[in-house]
């Protein structure tokens, strides 16, 4: 059985910093994209950052410049850099990957449980 599992959510000012980890385990060919959500009170999940297998990102614009994403495939390990935190960054934070288990299987969305990050102002 795949899993994800995230760490390094937390309580931080606004304007600080903080790096979430997520690592996947179990019986795991390849990864393709890896990417981080989140959902805040109330609202819809949404993506934050996506990255592929080769490096290439994307971010939603109310991150872009303050967050960065980053993976090591070794480790079979995506980080999320988060700086300069406003208090509307407060959320669930998910990790997603779509991870294969063997050459014959196709992939599987796979979401982690989820990091509580609050932003204080």
């Known amino acids: 059985q795949v899993q994800l599992v995230e760490s390094g959510g937390g309580l931080v000012q606004a304007g600080g910093s903080l790096r979430l980890s997520c690592t996947a385990s179990?019986?795991?060919?390849?990864?393709?994209?890896m990417g981080w959500y989140r959902q805040a009170p109330g609202k819809q999940r949404e993506l934050v950052a996506r990255?592929?297998?080769?490096?290439?990102?994307n971010y939603v614009d109310s991150v872009k410049g303050r967050f960065t994403i980053s993976r090591d495939n070794v480790k079979k390990t995506v980080y999320l850099r988060m700086n300069s935190l406003k208090p509307e960054d407060t959320a669930v934070y998910y990790c997603?990957?779509?991870?294969?288990?063997?050459?014959?299987?196709?992939?599987?969305?796979?979401w982690g449980q989820g990091t509580l990050v609050t932003v204080s102002s």
């Open positions: 179990g019986i795991i060919f390849s990864i393709n994209d």
């Open positions: 990255i592929t297998r080769s490096g290439s990102t």
């Open positions: 997603n990957a779509d991870i294969r288990s063997s050459s014959a299987a196709g992939y599987l969305e796979v």
